[in-house]
């Protein structure tokens, strides 16, 4: 007997909820309680009264289970909406990472060189480091901090992907 296996794809969820304490514990707690995996999350405020915030989530799964997590998240009664940017076709995701790296001399030369390759911004500098704000794809920033690692990588921050469908409608 040959059993199937599922394939397991990357999915990008906006879920639009009531800005209330205690939520986001709610939807994490909802994975982690079933095993799911966050591979990204990033919270904001998104009305001008800060009565709803949108969280995205980037989680890996079968289509399946992705429609089980969407149905569990559609049913917390402070989420207003969840959309699969994934499935709903062409969105924009970019993150944004502080890196940090220390070196003179070569390595010094070689990091502003690499940074100005990916357009990273210096948003710090002392005589022995610097602090590069670059933002992108999930793929750039790991490539960038990758080559980094090389010439005196030291410390990493990421923001978590922010993502918008693109076109007229809006999540």
Avoid at 61 to 80: F, K, N
Wanted: hydrophobic fraction near 45%; charge should be negative.
């Amino acid at each position: 007997m040959h059993i199937r296996q599922e394939s397991v794809e990357r999915h990008t969820l906006a879920v639009l909820v009531d800005n209330e304490p205690g939520i986001l514990a709610r939807i994490a707690g909802l994975f982690s309680g079933r095993g799911y995996n966050i591979e990204s999350l990033t919270v904001s405020e998104i009305t001008a009264d800060k009565a709803v915030s949108r969280i995205t989530i980037v989680t890996s799964a079968s289509p399946p289970v992705m429609e089980q997590i969407i149905a569990q998240l559609d049913r917390l009664v402070p989420v207003h909406k969840v959309v699969d940017l994934t499935v709903q076709g062409a969105h924009v995701e970019r993150e944004l990472a502080l890196v940090k790296v220390v070196g003179t001399g070569e390595h010094r030369i070689e990091a502003l060189r690499l940074a100005e390759v990916y357009r990273a911004r210096v948003v710090d500098a002392t005589v022995s480091s610097f602090v590069f704000e670059v933002t992108g794809s999930i793929e750039k920033i790991d490539k960038f901090t990758e080559l980094m690692a090389e010439v005196g990588l030291v410390e990493v921050a990421r923001t978590g992907i922010a993502a918008i469908a693109r076109g007229r409608e809006a999540a």
